[in-house]
């Protein structure tokens, strides 16, 4: 159930129209309180009021002010709405398509749009409440109308700032970054019911199966680890999954088999549940498409129509950080037990080498006709390979760098660039 929520979470805050909803519903709350007020206000009298704070012209006034607010409200939120496209339009033709989530997710452009959209619905609303009361003014609705327009003022300043910092290069890395480490530092958080001593898989991976299919195609976006072992634990059972988040499903797919002695047990429909399908990735479980996202910047960087080495530098940097972070730490185990410590999950994790190999395959390979790149591709590899202490992942990060001094020995670099890349090489040996 939690991870259905989070799934539900994820896709809500991905969405552009959350946060203006909510502050829609809080603007209609707030109308009926200012309703309340000027029927306080009018039936207390205005001598406690003080009168530099609440409105003091007349009914046609009023109403003349809040329609003014309300027509330029609804303007200012076309004019909003219309640079959002233009700013999605262009992260996605210079960042890739797969970056518009994050833009969508900003919490600043939501909040602003949300801001014009609740304060138009405000003032139409509170145009309905004047004249209710013995024709008079709603001086609390009209005195807040104008706070609001005051302030949506000070929202539009920030979101011409806010549009023009988002687009920069610098700031879409960062952005991407950061959700990239913090997707890769969660494969370093083992369960506590992770298995560590010695069993035989033959063994557990025995009895009558029972086959997971999927109902539909598109990528598995999370997998319910709890609910499986939960399962597993009341049919006395193991659940090996063939999938991990990331990976496309195609309808009828064998998602995960269920071993269990008892053979009663054979609805799969039960268990089907507790697999995620949506028609995108999303970094919910699945490390690898953050770091797929940083790539993509770093590829269209260098491709010969932006030519923008510098921006394929950032990514590198940013990479290397986020693959340091784990490159000493154990991964999530593939196993994982109950609370009696009986085996009940397998699982399908990624290993430090497809990590690797997915933050710097593609960059390696467009980076050779950029030798700037490549050799601090070369150099970035080498720190990590001075970080890391076991044997077999510096095996997969000296790889990584072998292929790049080969591939530029192939190419025609200069003999001072080809140089320089193999002083860097040399400190992986």
Known sequence: MLTHLNNLWHRLRSS??????????????????????????????????PKWLIYQGDLEGARTLLSSVAGSMITVAGTTFSITMVVLQLASSQFGPRLLTNFMRDTGNQFVLGTFVSTFLYCLLALGNGGGISGEPP??????????????????????????????????????????????????????????QDFSLDDALSGHEIHVRAHRSGYLQAIDEQGLSDTASNVDGVFKVHFRPGKFITANDCLATLFTSQAENKNSDDYSGCFIIGHCRTDEQDPEYGISQLVEVAVRALSPGINDPHTAISCIDWLNSGLKEIANQPLKSDYCCDEEGELRLV?????FAGLL????????????????????????LADLYQVTESETRRGSVHHQAQLILTAAKQSQWLESDLEDLENRYQRLN
């Open 16 to 49: 552009l129209w959350l946060v203006p909803s909510v502050m829609c519903l809080a603007a209609f709350g707030l109308a009926l309180l200012a309703d309340k007020l000027d029927r306080i206000y009018h039936v207390s009298g205005d001598g406690r009021w």
């Open 357 to 380: 190999n997915t933050a710097y395959d593609q960059i390696r390979q467009n980076s050779i006709a950029s030798p700037a790149v490549a050799i601090h591709l070369a150099e970035a």
């Open 347 to 351: 699982r399908c994790n990624s290993d």
């Open 139 to 196: 001086a609390v609705s009209a005195t807040l109308g104008l706070l609001l327009a005051v302030l949506s003022v000070f929202v539009f300043i920030y979101f011409i700032h806010h549009v023009s910092s988002t687009i920069r290069a610098e700031h879409v890395v960062q952005l991407v970054a950061f959700g990239s480490v913090n997707a890769i530092k969660r494969l370093t958080s083992p369960s506590e019911q992770d298995l560590d």
